[in-house]
T-cell receptor
Framework: AQSVTQLGSHVSVSEGALVLLRCNYS??????LFWYVQYPNQGLQLLLK??????LVKGINGFEAEFKKSETSFHLTKPSAHMSDAAEYFC???????????FGKGTRLHILP | DTGVSQDPRHKITKRGQNVTFRCDPI?????LYWYRQTLGQGPEFLTY????????KSRLLSDRFSAERPKGSFSTLEIQRTEQGDSAMYLC?????????????FGPGTRLTVL
């Protein structure tokens, strides 16, 4: 069964610093992987997705993620953090027939002024 | 607003009461999903529909949980005889079911508190 593990339930970075949120996946088949963001009192928003095309995926708001099969990783990065990036971020994988999303436990990103 | 909507946004109930939540998907989307999110966890899949057919319900948490989508448009999720452990955010998502991957668009959720 597919699953994802997010390393670090809380990450703090200074405004302007690099953001790195870690995600490792477990899948017996080539996975579809996602990063979602959840702002307070709002629904989940898709940041980016990997669907077996380019291994470096660019998303919204300046985020990108790189699929590394050898490391079974799909880490999320942003070169320069902004205060508005403070939110909870979820790594996710599609399970089986493509209809169930399996989410990680989430990483709360704090931006320090 | 043409996104997924959920009603109510917040529900406080007493243990043992029944509650029902509604989800209105994006109008042309034929698939509708329900997830539950507890504090400190990622969303957990519960069930989904294609049009009015419920294609999987094995992940519903107990027989106290049921979902319907009678006309293939909006859906309801009912929890009978609520327990304190049912306190969570209930999320709905919809997608246009074509191909191997169908992006799911999420609503804002209904936060349930069981006293």
């Amino acid at each position: 069964a597919q699953s994802v593990t997010q390393l670090g339930s809380h990450v703090s970075v200074s405004e302007g610093a690099l953001v790195l949120l870690r995600c490792n996946y477990s899948s017996s088949v080539p996975p579809y992987l996602f990063w979602y963001v959840q702002y307070p009192n709002q629904g989940l928003q898709l940041l980016l997705k990997y669907t077996s095309a380019a291994t470096l995926v660019k998303g919204i708001n300046g985020f990108e993620a790189e699929f590394k099969k050898s490391e079974t990783s799909f880490h999320l990065t942003k070169p320069s953090a902004h205060m508005s990036d403070a939110a909870e971020y979820f790594c996710a994988v599609i399970e089986g027939d493509g209809d169930k999303i399996i989410f990680g436990k989430g990483t709360r990103l704090h931006i320090l002024p | 607003d043409t996104g997924v909507s959920q009603d109510p946004r917040h529900k406080i109930t007493k243990r043992g009461q029944n509650v029902t939540f509604r989800c209105d998907p994006i109008s042309e989307h034929n698939r509708l999903y329900w997830y539950r999110q507890t504090l400190g966890q990622g969303p957990e899949f519960l069930t989904y529909f294609q049009n009015e057919a419920q294609l999987e319900k094995s992940r519903l948490l107990s027989d106290r949980f049921s979902a319907e989508r009678p006309k293939g448009s909006f859906s309801t999720l009912e929890i009978q005889r609520t327990e304190q452990g049912d306190s969570a955010m209930y999320l709905c998502a919809s997608s246009l079911g074509q191909g191997n991957y169908n992006e799911q668009f999420f609503g804002p959720g209904t936060r349930l508190t069981v006293l």
